[in-house]
């Protein structure tokens, strides 16, 4: 997905469609998907530097390395990396099957690439 790539460490088969986990890198000065929601919640642990995260209730705001953010489902919200260093993120998905939407996100990015963060 160009500047942004992500791997996946557990998928709906292994947890029995209760959740699914990734790990999401982005390059520095990178955005992110626009702002979007969805049904599934979110939890992201930052596991490497600072990502800036939009949710609807409480605007842009940067979560730094060890901390995480719940973002319920049906919630506005968006990321991006607006620093100079590479930033990474645990993504846990509830319930699981967010795997199965990546052939489209992969197709979005390639017809819309990430360009440089705010």
């Known amino acids: 997905m160009g500047r942004m ?3 996946f460490k557990a998928d709906l088969q292994e947890t029995n469609s209760t959740l699914s986990v990734s790990e ?3 390059e520095p000065n990178t955005e992110g998907p626009h702002i979007h929601k969805h049904p599934e919640a979110h939890i992201f642990y930052i596991i490497e530097g600072r990502l800036a995260v939009y949710l ?10 060890g901390s995480y953010i719940y973002i319920p489902g049906e919630t506005e919200h968006g990321f991006e990396n607006r620093s100079h260093d590479k930033v990474g993120f645990m993504s846990i998905n509830t319930p699981g ?3 199965e939407s ?4 992969v197709n979005y990015f390639n017809e819309n690439p990430l360009g440089d963060a705010n």
Do not use: C, M
């Open 5 to 7: 790539s992500a791997v």
């Open 24 to 26: 999401w890198w982005l």
């Open 56 to 65: 609807e209730e409480k605007n842009w705001f940067e979560a730094k390395k």
């Open 97 to 99: 099957g967010f795997e």
């Open 102 to 105: 990546i052939p489209h996100i």
